[in-house]
């Protein structure tokens, strides 16, 4: 049902929510909150609602809730991307691909990269690493460069056991590199040596594809600013479709 394009009106769509929910009157808002509800059972204690996550990837293919999904929404001051991306390392098969799908979607909307980058705004970044990487030892010098989330991780850290939400997580990186200011972020934060261990070790070639175009992009030369060809890479991730 929510691959019919019409639900995209649910962009708009009001209803009162349960009371017992303490949601808003946009019925997004209230799918949202009960899929976070439903991850330790304070809605209901029989349900998940982990398949809620599926239906959250699917609307997010139109732009129109795109843009609920990255602006800050008024009645609790949180911007919805901020209330799943805590989900990418969740023990849920279900809620991880879903999470990994809506945010993929999600970064279609160039115009909100700035927020996703940003750290004290969505920032990303930990939340799409995190899941692509293992108990590989990396030299000081990488690792001192890395964020801080991911320095010093325990021996026994397991990269996500499902290719596909790897893959779906690489390609969301490499849609962040639209932007030159996105580029620039991943180079200094030493975002290639994770990809380039994820190629090592993920034995899966729709994976190993997606990091090689993601090294393409961060490994390549930069046109000055104003320079010639220097608007030529925006685009580079349109051939990453949505999910």
């Not at 239906?55 to 001051?77: C, T, W």
């Not at 999600?106 to 927020?115: C, G, K, L, S």
Request: hydrophobic fraction near 35%; glycine fraction near 4%.
């Amino acid at each position: 049902m929510v691959k019919w394009d019409d639900l995209k009106s649910l962009a708009t769509r009001k209803q009162d929510p349960p009371s017992t929910l303490q949601s808003h009157q946009l019925v997004l808002n209230q799918l949202l909150d009960l899929f976070v509800k439903g991850a330790d059972g304070t809605y209901n204690k029989k349900a998940d609602f982990d398949y809620l996550a599926y239906v959250l990837a699917d609307l997010s293919k139109h732009p129109e809730i795109r843009q609920f999904f990255v602006n800050k929404q008024e009645y609790d001051g949180v911007v919805p991307i901020n209330k799943i991306k805590v989900f990418t390392e969740h023990k849920s098969d279900i809620r991880r691909k879903g999470v990994a799908s809506t945010i993929k979607n999600a970064a279609f909307d160039v115009p909100a990269h700035p927020a996703f980058l940003d750290e004290d705004q969505i920032n990303i970044l930990p939340y799409l690493l995190l899941p692509i990487t293992g108990n590989e030892q990396y030299d000081e010098e990488e690792m001192m460069g890395m964020l801080p989330d991911l320095q010093l991780l325990p021996p026994d850290k397991q990269r996500d056991s499902d290719p596909k939400i790897v893959q779906t997580h690489v390609e969301t990186l490499t849609l962040l590199t639209t932007t030159r200011e996105g580029r620039d972020l991943m180079r200094s934060v030493n975002v290639y040596p994770i990809i380039r261990e994820t190629h090592l070790k993920v034995n899966d070639e729709d994976v190993q594809e997606a990091c090689e175009r993601l090294v393409q992009v961060l490994m390549r030369d930069e046109a000055e600013p104003g320079a010639e060809g220097e608007a030529e890479d925006d685009g580079e991730d349109d051939r990453i479709v949505e999910v």
